[in-house]
């Protein structure tokens, strides 16, 4: 099993591909342990092997999943000797079209992966991030989250309330040394 080895180390949800693969290359590239976690077993495995065995830690993971959170997490801390500087819950899905014609399955998929799966991170990585000085959490929302976007209304609501959940969190934890920021990127195709 690799090893933090006292290095900083970052848990990225939605590693696989996009904004969360980039992310793992450049903090490896600066020396970082990166946690890769995803649903895609294939873009994951890709990643690691680019980035190197001996700089991460990869598994599944449904951020939707509360049990499995909590194996992720408990995997990642035995790799970090219990610390964790940054999570970034950065794993979303959209579904895009008039609302009407939207399923309410994929609407509900959306809230899920987007809303939940953060808050999910946040319970399961809470108290790794309590032990870690200087700790981070960063959320990935999206420009739909500033402007109510039509064709993307669930979409542009879950990235609303992830904007939401950051502030308020930020607020909550700043006892704790504990900073929360969310990420407003335009759309990115991955």
Avoid: Q
Wanted: with cysteine; hydrophobic share 45%; charged share 25%.
């Amino acid at each position: 099993m690799s090893e933090a080895r006292g290095r900083k180390n970052i848990f990225i949800t939605g590693a696989a591909s996009g904004i969360g693969a980039e992310t793992a290359r450049f903090f490896a590239k600066k020396g970082w342990f990166v946690g890769l976690y995803d649903i895609d077993s294939f873009g994951l495995k890709a990643i690691a092997d680019e980035i190197g065995a001996e700089n991460c830690h990869s598994a599944i993971l449904d951020v939707t999943d509360r049990n499995a959170w909590g194996e992720a997490i408990a995997g990642f801390s035995e790799t970090t000797e219990k610390r964790m500087n940054v999570l970034f819950n950065n794993a979303g899905i959209g579904r895009h079209g008039w609302l009407e014609d939207v399923p309410a399955e994929d609407a509900d998929a959306v809230i899920d992966v987007n809303v939940k799966g953060v808050i999910n991170g946040v319970y399961a990585a809470l108290p790794l991030l309590k032990e870690t000085r200087g700790a981070r959490i960063i959320n990935t929302a999206s420009t739909a989250g500033v402007i109510g976007t039509p064709r993307l209304a669930v979409y542009s609501a879950s990235k609303f309330a992830v904007r939401g959940l950051s502030e308020a969190l930020d607020v909550e934890f700043s006892g704790l040394d504990i900073r929360v920021c969310s990420l407003i990127p335009w759309f990115v195709d991955t």
